[in-house]
């Protein structure tokens, strides 16, 4: 089979990552090129963050390139949550952020023609139409048929 020059590197590095996943000192050494920055455009910077995914909120660190794209997410080693490891879903959170269907601004349901679309609104317009719905409830039912629940740190708040 002929091959041609980015065919053979992209296999090459499906080789290599698979090594080095396998293999905890490959995976050292390739974290610490990137962290030396050998080789052009990559790792820059680390920013501290933290996963939105479930109600853990583990800590970690995001990985960004010299371009600015992010190339991994890790744990953060002091979240005594994650203890530095990430479950696949938070270290996914790369392919999350540049989903293209990932939700970036307020959409409201509203019917139009007959018919039900999401509509794009701002900050300020979807948080009012929340407020006035809330507002309305609590008039009808009293207040105490309205509970704000935010799901964070399950340690802390249970
Ligand atoms: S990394 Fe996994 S366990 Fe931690 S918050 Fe994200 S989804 Fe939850």
């Given at each position: 089979m002929k091959m041609n020059r980015r065919e053979f590197i992209r296999i090459s590095s499906m080789g290599l990552g698979g090594f080095a996943l396998a293999n905890p000192m490959m995976?050292?050494?390739?974290?610490?090129?990137?962290?030396?920055?050998?080789?052009?455009?990559?790792?820059?910077?680390?920013?501290?963050?933290?996963?939105e995914v479930c109600f853990w909120k583990c800590a970690g660190w995001v990985h960004k390139k010299e371009d600015g794209t992010i190339w991994k997410i890790t744990g953060n080693e002091n979240d005594p949550h994650c203890n530095g490891r990430l479950c696949p879903r938070g270290t996914g959170g790369v392919g999350m952020y540049y989903d293209?269907?990932?939700?970036?601004?307020?959409?409201?349901?509203?019917?139009?023609?007959?018919?039900?679309?999401?509509?794009k609104v701002s900050?300020?317009?979807?948080?009012?139409?929340?407020?006035?719905?809330?507002?309305?409830?609590?008039?009808?039912?009293?207040?105490?048929?309205?509970?704000?629940?935010?799901?964070?740190?399950?340690?802390?708040?249970f």
């Open positions: 995976s050292w050494l390739a974290d610490s090129a990137a962290n030396s920055k050998l080789g052009t455009g990559f790792l820059s910077s680390r920013t501290p963050t933290y996963c293209e269907d990932r939700l970036k601004t307020p959409l409201i349901r509203r019917t139009k023609g007959g018919e039900q679309v999401f509509e900050w300020d317009e979807a948080l009012t139409f929340i407020a006035e719905r809330m507002k309305a409830i609590a008039a009808e039912h009293g207040s105490e048929t309205v509970l704000p629940f935010s799901r964070t740190d399950p340690v802390v708040n």
